[in-house]
């Protein structure tokens, strides 16, 4: 079957560095998407990779290993601002993307 | 910019109505889709449409139908009610089914029924 887990909920302080770990199993792949939900708000797009690697764009880089089926999303110098859920999704071989419940995140003072 | 407009974003409505949700995109994306999303549950695919005329059961179809009549609309229809239907309800658009393009999404549609 198709799965993705993720953590439900983690905290961290502000100005701090956190990552959000993603695994995933699909049939086939198609690349990882990262996205990010403000509470009532609709999902926006942070970020997609698709080969092995650290993809970096500005605080937030994207990490991905295919053969462990890993992703990991890092946040750096941590704002209130960043305070949200984030979204995981993998794209299978037919290009649907299967998405996980998603990360709260809390940024403490 | 993209923008996905969805019609209402709160609506309460009574058990056994029919309930129409809109959405419409305005970037000539050829994919579309709607889904619900509850606490815990992440994102649920009810039905998603390739092309007019065009539509896929997701992974939640039963108790929904959908309407795609022109490219840029997509509308989901609770042919009748229920509490359980009660949700969040995202519409989406993404550029072609063949490629691995970002989803844009739609501002939501909470959606009570009591």
């Known amino acids: 079957g198709q799965n993705i887990d993720q953590p439900t909920e983690m905290t961290a302080t502000e100005g701090a560095i956190v990552q959000i770990n993603c695994t995933y199993q699909t049939s086939g792949f198609n690349g990882l998407f990262w996205y990010q939900q403000h509470a009532g708000e609709a999902p926006t797009f942070l970020s997609y990779n698709v080969l092995d690697g650290l993809e970096e764009k500005g605080r937030f880089s994207s990490f991905l290993s295919r053969s462990k089926g890993y992703s990991y999303l890092l946040l750096k110098e941590l704002q209130m601002k960043d305070s949200a859920s984030y979204l995981c999704a993998a794209m299978d071989s037919n290009y649907q993307l299967i998405w996980g419940a998603g990360t709260k995140l809390i940024i403490k003072p | 910019d993209v923008k996905v407009t969805q019609s209402s974003r709160y609506l309460v409505k009574r058990t056994g109505e029919k309930v129409f949700l809109e959405c419409v995109q305005d970037m000539d994306h050829e994919n579309m889709f709607w889904y619900r999303q509850d606490p815990g549950l992440g994102l649920r695919l009810i039905y998603f449409?390739?092309?007019?005329?065009?539509?896929e059961k997701g992974d939640i179809p039963e108790g929904y139908s959908v309407s795609r009549e022109k490219k840029e609309r997509f509308s989901l229809i609770l042919e009748s009610a229920s509490t359980n239907q009660t949700s969040m309800y995202l519409c989406?658009?993404?550029?072609?089914?063949?490629?691995?393009?970002?989803?844009?999404f739609g501002q939501g549609t909470r959606l009570t029924v009591v």
């Open positions: 449409s390739y092309d007019v005329k065009m539509k």
């Open positions: 989406a658009s993404s550029l072609s089914p063949d490629r691995a393009t970002e989803a844009f």
